[in-house]
């Protein structure tokens, strides 16, 4: 069974990251094959929303961008700072990256709605607003109204085993994400408990919470994670052992993500030829008897 990936936001943050992965799925779902560079834009103000996907620089058409991008704008928004008013991500091709920028300074139209103006400081009100929004109101600036856009991640920290700073979404700036396509392991350890059994390849033995990959089987299915980070049992389709020698896993799109690897992970193997030769023995013996295992490819 798939799991819903709003299962995995503990916070904004992994909403709206989620939101702009969103947004690059659909870009790429609209966009004929051939292309080096998708980038999405939206702008708005109150209901007034004005949504475009390029092709390499050539408008194409696009359906379902524009939710994503609102439910970002409102999970962006800061108390009495309001929220961005533009914001333009762009995906390069064969990659789950993106880069961008948000502006909530700069207006998005050349004449904005008075319509739009009123709503959009009566939903979500700036102590300052920018001087071009309160040039557009029809009236006196409104009385802000008790809207609610994420407060259902603040307080109680439920999930102790995230130990991710809490930033906001900006709203004015660059964004990024730059997916990990890689590791290298020097260390090997594995264990075998009552139902489970572990393999973890690290960068360094004194070092086991950075640039760790564990990958475990029991008779309820697999598990792969990377450092302290979550992980996920779906979407490993495949490991390979290369030469070099070198492991290479190959995920889904949702898998990649949690995991916040490219969907092609390689991960060079810096180990003495008997330690080599003990993952070569232990990777089939655990997940080969696991229900829906990854597919083993050169072992």
Not at 50 to 64: F, N, P, S
Not at 126 to 140: E, M
Not at 232 to 251: A, F, H, N, Q, V
């Amino acid at each position: 069974m798939k799991t819903d990936r709003s299962d995995r936001w503990l916070n904004r943050g992994d909403e709206g990251h989620d939101m702009r992965l969103r947004i690059g799925d659909l870009a790429r779902a609209a966009a004929t094959p051939g292309w080096s560079q998708l980038v999405a834009r939206h702008a708005q103000v109150g209901a007034y929303a004005v949504t475009t996907l390029t092709r390499d620089g050539r408008e194409i058409l696009a359906e379902g961008l524009r939710e994503p991008f609102q439910r970002l704008r409102e999970l962006s928004y800061q108390t009495d700072a309001g929220t961005w008013f533009t914001c333009e991500l762009t995906f390069p091709a064969g990659s789950r990256s993106y880069t961008g920028r948000v502006d909530s300074t700069t207006p998005p139209f050349e004449d904005v709605p008075a319509t739009a103006a009123l709503a959009e400081l009566s939903t979500l009100p700036h102590r300052n607003p920018p001087g071009w929004l309160l040039n557009a109101l029809p009236t006196a600036p409104p009385l802000p109204l008790p809207f609610s856009y994420g407060e259902r991640y603040e307080g109680w920290r439920h999930d102790f085993d995230d130990r991710r700073p809490r930033h906001p979404l900006p709203i004015s700036g660059e964004v990024a994400y730059l997916p990990a396509a890689g590791m290298t392991a020097r260390e090997l350890f594995h264990g075998q408990g009552r139902d489970r059994h572990s393999v973890y390849l690290a960068r360094r033995a004194d070092d086991l919470e950075h640039d760790v990959l564990t990958v475990s089987g029991s008779e309820d299915g697999y598990w792969v994670a990377r450092h302290g980070m979550r992980g996920t049992g779906e979407g490993l389709r495949s490991i390979t052992l290369l030469d070099g020698p070198m492991l290479r896993l190959e995920l889904t799109p949702e898998a990649a993500d949690l995991l916040e690897t490219e969907t092609v992970f390689d991960v060079r193997l810096d180990l003495p030829p008997e330690t080599a030769g003990e993952l070569r023995a232990v990777l089939p013996r655990m997940l080969l008897p696991v229900s829906g295992a990854p597919e083993l490819i050169g072992f």
